[in-house]
């Protein structure tokens, strides 16, 4: 099975701030991850497919990139509705399609 | 409007069978390359993937659960339903289901996700 690590597991971090999570797969996937966001209580919210795709409806200052084995979520002039957890998950190995294991967005 | 909701029972005992039945509307599992999943997530946990299904009726389990697992679809009333049998306390999560569209077009992530249903594994 392919393992997904996520790196930091948590970031505080200001309104306006720029934040960085990265995410790294045991073995090669190509461009088939996925970036979700999840608030307490909701359902995960896709942002970011084929590890930088834009999903319809979501703003604009995420992004995403990478390929292979190592990519990054950047969240540019965080807002106060992005603090959540984000997690990456791989679609290219299967079964299974594995997530990582999340990174918290908190207020600093 | 493409949407899905998760049903089934909230509590059940250990040794039982889950069974959770995932209804959607908006799209049709008879289509080429639509896909839905099962995924859980335990209270303060991270997301497992379970168990997908797909419009031609593959099927897909998780490696460390493929034993207690079982997907079905029934495309005429757009439902899928998923069975785990002998359940144990540590199966307590919020179940989820999920679209994927796979093939030419498909981006091959959960864009649309059910609200989940919690279910909780005691005696």
């Known amino acids: 099975d392919v393992q997904m690590t996520q790196s930091p597991s948590s970031v505080s971090a200001s309104v306006g701030d720029r934040v960085t999570i990265s995410c790294r797969a045991s073995?090669?996937?190509?461009?088939?991850l996925a970036w979700y966001q999840q608030k307490p209580g909701k359902a995960p919210k896709l942002l970011i497919y084929?590890?930088?795709s834009l999903q319809s409806g979501v703003p604009s200052r995420f992004s995403g990139s990478g390929s292979g084995t190592d990519f990054t979520l950047t969240i540019s002039n965080l807002q106060p509705e992005d603090f959540a957890t984000y997690y990456c998950q791989q679609s290219n190995n299967f079964p299974p399609f594995t997530f990582g294991p999340g990174t918290t967005v908190d207020i600093k | 409007q493409v949407s899905l909701r998760e049903s089934g029972p909230a509590l059940v005992k250990p040794t039982q069978t889950l069974t959770l039945t995932c209804t959607f509307s908006g799209f049709s599992l008879s289509t080429s390359g639509m896909c839905v999943n099962w995924i859980r997530q335990p209270p303060g946990k991270a997301l497992e993937w379970l168990a997908r299904?797909?419009?031609?009726?593959?099927?897909y389990y998780s490696t460390s659960l493929k034993t207690r697992l079982t997907i079905s679809k029934d495309t005429s009333k757009n439902q899928v339903v998923l069975t785990m049998t002998d359940m144990d306390p540590v199966d307590t999560a919020t179940y989820y289901c999920?679209?994927?569209?796979?093939?030419?077009?498909?981006?091959?992530?959960?864009?649309?996700w059910g609200q989940g249903t919690m279910v909780t594994v005691s005696s």
């Open positions: 999920a679209r994927v569209r796979v093939g030419a077009g498909g981006d091959r992530a959960f864009d649309i």
């Open positions: 073995q090669g996937i190509s461009s088939w």
């Open positions: 084929a590890a930088s």
């Open positions: 299904i797909d419009w031609d009726d593959d099927k």
